[in-house]
């Protein structure tokens, strides 16, 4: 797999990019998980997950978010959100988006909100 860049966060974030990190904040919150995350489709579409961890199942909150996207239909991706206190996204995360949109940015967010970084 080649090696994940993370860029600083920018100074501007595109409204279609803050919402789907407003989703995956709020998916967070509402479950008390320790990851929320949605992905924008190349349709548009959005989807927000957060972490599953049961004892037959264990998914990042990307990868499920990237299920449900691909469960729905989704070809491809435009963008995807993590909230996470990680001061990085890990490789299967990163993984999952990338096996539909190899150039799909991924951005991280913290609690609040506030884009931390951009994986390319």
Do not use: C, F, W
């Amino acid at each position: 797999m080649a090696e994940q860049v993370e860029a600083a966060a920018p100074q501007q974030v595109d409204p279609e990019d803050a919402k789907i990190v407003t989703l995956a904040r709020s998916s967070r919150a509402r479950n008390g998980a320790a990851e929320g995350a949605a992905v924008r489709d190349t349709d548009g579409r959005t989807y927000a997950a957060t972490t599953v961890a049961l004892p037959s199942l264990r998914l990042t909150a990307l990868q499920a978010a990237v299920a449900a996207a691909v469960s729905s239909g989704a070809e491809g991706l435009e963008a995807a959100a993590v909230v996470t206190d990680a001061d990085s996204v890990d490789e299967a995360s990163a993984a999952a988006v990338h096996d539909l949109t190899a150039t799909a940015p991924i951005l991280r967010a913290d609690a609040r909100g506030d884009i931390r970084g951009v994986l390319t």
